[in-house]
């Protein structure tokens, strides 16, 4: 799929409020935006930051039953909850403010395009699912990366390899995937319809991630 340069209608992707406690944006953006007062009397407050594609229920369920088929077959490790399976398109880590990377988001082009599962593999201990290579995610991961670049907000620049974590720290014998896991490859899919800016918080079991 080929992004044509003329039809694309701005992005669309999720925002909401911040958490209860947590600075807002506009504190935030009174405290680091242009033309900060000289001796304002603020704190900066950096949050972590990426941006992700939201699963759809049909492709959780899909990676919960092939996280339990790893734990069948004595994987253990720290698996990825439920409500944290995500796919990431880029990591931007500690920044302090959102809202200025929201205005870039408004501005990378995106219509909706489908994903699907596709297959296993890992990196390391860190085992995934991956997803077909479709161009409209990798040209989507790509423009979302320029914008950011154009903007000079920092972003992790390795290489967009599409995929989904599923377990962390993975041990089951010799450490491979166990040939019984691999036979059946999960199976979903679904039309990514919108993208979003992601905070990531280390809560008491484990990270939390909040749509922004
Ligand atoms: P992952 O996609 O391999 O699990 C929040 O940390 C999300 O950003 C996770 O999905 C995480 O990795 C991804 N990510 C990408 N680059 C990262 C980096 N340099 N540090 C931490 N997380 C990163």
Not at 44 to 70: C, P, S, V, W
Not at 122 to 128: A, H, I, K
Not at 180 to 195: A, S, T
Request: contains cysteine; charged residues 25%; neutral net charge.
């Amino acid at each position: 799929m080929s992004s044509s340069k003329t039809t694309f209608p701005t992005s669309t992707w999720s925002s909401g409020s911040s958490p209860a406690g947590s600075i807002t944006c506009n504190e935030l953006a009174g405290c680091f935006g242009r033309g900060v007062p000289a001796g304002a009397n603020q704190q900066r407050k950096d949050m972590r930051l990426f941006i992700a594609i939201q699963l759809n229920d049909e492709m959780k369920e899909a990676l919960a039953g092939l996280q339990q088929r790893m734990r069948d077959q004595g994987v253990q490790g720290n698996f990825t909850r439920w409500e944290n399976l995500h796919l990431t398109l880029a990591f931007i880590g500690e920044y302090p403010d959102p809202e200025e990377v929201k205005d870039v988001l408004e501005t990378v082009r995106f219509e909706p395009f489908p994903i699907s599962l596709d297959g296993m593999g890992s990196f390391g201990n860190l085992w995934w699912a991956g997803l077909d290579g479709s161009d409209a995610l990798r040209s989507l991961a790509k423009g979302l990366r320029r914008a950011l670049a154009e903007a000079g907000i920092p972003f992790d620049r390795k290489k967009f390899s599409p995929h989904i974590t599923l377990v962390r720290k993975a041990y089951c014998r010799g450490r491979a995937i166990p040939e019984e896991v691999l036979r059946e490859p999960p199976r979903g899919g679904m039309v990514v319809d919108h993208f979003s800016l992601m905070r990531s918080d280390r809560g008491k079991h484990g990270m939390i991630y909040t749509e922004l």
